[in-house]
């Protein structure tokens, strides 16, 4: 099996950063969507089922 040269694995490190840095943002944008549904919030039941579900779902994501 050949060995990869200094270039390529500077350019699978940096491409490692990129993607490190991608999950980062994107762990950072769903964690707003996944606090808990705030239960004294007039809304209606429907609205407040709908908002538990997504929060699941953000969570679940996220996992």
């Known amino acids: ?3 990869l040269t200094t270039a390529q694995l500077e350019d699978l490190r ?7 840095q ?7 944008a769903t964690e707003e ?3 808990p ?3 004294g919030q007039p809304i209606g039941r429907v609205s407040r089922i709908d908002a538990i579900q ?3 779902m953000v969570a ?4």
């Open 1 to 3: 099996m050949d060995e």
């Open 14 to 20: 940096n491409s490692l950063i990129d993607l490190r």
């Open 22 to 28: 991608e999950l980062q943002q994107l762990l950072a």
């Open 33 to 35: 969507g996944s606090r």
């Open 37 to 39: 549904v705030d239960l």
């Open 54 to 56: 997504q929060q699941n």
């Open 60 to 63: 679940a994501n996220s996992r």
